[in-house]
């Protein structure tokens, strides 16, 4: 029985690592038979009817028991703090999740190392809607926040008939002390550069941390927990908390609803608090050229089982272009090759919205903008990471953005070479709770 507990651990924990992709291709780790839900959580039906099946109801009292009483004070603090807000509670103790991950480090396994800038052919069964004027969330107070939801395929949708309300949601499960190993490596990057570089932590909270339905609570782990427990393990690291940020902002588009990403208007409240953070300037979003693309349907489309209902609803991808001049450069994962482009794919579309920056996760970027403050910005990430760019090329005189996953160059030498004055550790939360990604950020150090 006990074996069978880690099995079903080890396979959330699975599914964790990789709902959240690169570029929005999901059909690699599908047919890899990677996102493959460990049976049922409780599940709550249209009419209020409630289920739960054995085996994940069974993990779930794997707990670990080292969950502190700050974990449940600051949770109960954010709740009266925030007016708009998630229905999900805190648990008092962590979801067991053996943290590996099957892909070799790819998010979900649908972006390889040779994909630099393909855009993964959009999923057309059924095509979606067609729209021409961008989707907003619901006007009215509250009512963005879900009335209920059921597991569809390997996620929990919302709201499945309720037309544009409907919202898929990423699973996510973390053991706290997965957590305090990825402090203590960021600790080891703060000691192996010193105090003449500023380090940064910024886990990007998913959807799921704050849309759940009602008789859902307790479905995942609960994020904001993980997010604040990494700042007791952390030494002149600075920790960016935003979950509240996004949580005053949840009844705009911050999340898109058919992808496991956020939209880019939740990278620019979260990249606001670490320019604040960092003391650098930043920009409002009037200095940004508003671009949008309609006809979004992204990766938790195909975890749903392809639910008309989600095709019927396409997501809107809304994305800032900053307007001070600056040049973007190229290399490949070993730093070398270097090649002038542009940070901007505008050819992006379907599936492929989220590569409209950046275009796509395996190369090393450079950013040389006009800002002139010496500021060296280092942004190592996963694919969440990458919609923070934009906002950060009138806040950095340089910045270079590697993702943890197929980066080959080793961070001690590069952090010199390129004279780094900020770095700054950009992904989900789910990369700080994976042993598999906390291993790889440990590994490129020397």
Request: aromatic content about 10%.
């Amino acid at each position: 029985m006990k074996m069978k507990l880690k099995k079903a651990a080890a396979l959330a924990a699975a599914l964790t690592v990789s709902v959240l992709s690169g570029c929005g291709n999901t059909e690699d780790s599908r047919a890899e038979g990677i996102i493959t839900r460990a049976d049922t959580v409780t599940t709550t039906s249209a009419s209020g009817t409630t289920t739960s099946a054995s085996t994940t109801s069974s993990a779930s009292k794997t707990t670990e028991a080292t969950t502190s009483a700050t974990t449940k004070a600051t949770t109960k603090k954010t709740t009266k703090k925030t007016t708009k807000k998630t229905t999900t509670t805190a648990s008092e103790t962590q979801t067991q999740a053996a943290q590996q991950d099957n892909n070799g480090g790819g998010e979900q396994g649908g972006q390889s190392a040779d994909s630099t800038t393909t855009t993964p052919a959009p999923v057309n069964d059924p095509e979606p809607v067609s729209s021409t004027t961008p989707y907003h969330p619901p006007a009215n107070e509250g009512s963005y926040m879900p009335s209920y939801g059921e597991w569809c395929g390997n996620i929990v949708v919302c709201d499945r008939y309720e037309g544009s309300k409907i919202r898929g949601l990423p699973p996510f499960y973390g053991y706290l002390s997965t957590g305090a190993q990825y402090a203590q490596v960021l600790n080891q990057y703060k000691q192996m550069v010193g105090d003449s570089v500023n380090v940064y932590n910024l886990s990007c909270p998913l959807s799921s941390a704050f849309y759940i339905p009602p008789g859902m609570e307790g479905t995942f782990t609960e994020q904001h927990g993980c997010i604040t427990n990494l700042t007791s393990y952390l030494k002149g690291v600075t920790n960016v908390d935003v979950y509240d940020i996004l949580a005053s902002h949840l009844d705009e588009y911050i999340y898109s609803r058919t992808d496991h990403h956020w939209q880019p208007l939740g990278a620019y409240y979260a990249a606001e608090a670490f320019a604040k953070a960092a003391g650098v300037p930043f920009a409002p979003l009037s200095d940004y050229e508003k671009v949008f693309k309609t006809d979004y349907l992204g990766s938790l489309y195909t975890y749903s089982g392809k639910i008309p209902e989600l095709a019927n609803n396409p997501d809107t991808f809304t994305y800032y272009k900053p307007r001070n001049s600056y040049t973007t450069k190229y290399y490949d994962g070993n730093f070398q090759n270097g090649a002038e482009g542009s940070l901007f794919f505008d050819w992006a579309s379907g599936s492929g919205c989220y590569c409209s920056f950046l275009g796509g996760d395996t190369q090393i970027c450079e950013i040389d903008s006009d800002v002139n403050n010496g500021r060296v910005l280092v942004l190592i990430k996963d694919s969440y990471g990458n919609a923070l760019v934009p906002f950060l090329v009138q806040s950095f005189d340089k910045i270079y953005v590697l993702d943890h996953r197929y980066t080959n160059v080793k961070m001690n030498s590069f952090l010199k070479n390129v004279g780094a004055t900020d770095v700054l550790f950009g992904a989900t939360i789910s990369s700080a709770y994976a042993d598999a990604r906390i291993s790889m950020i440990k590994n490129m150090m020397m």
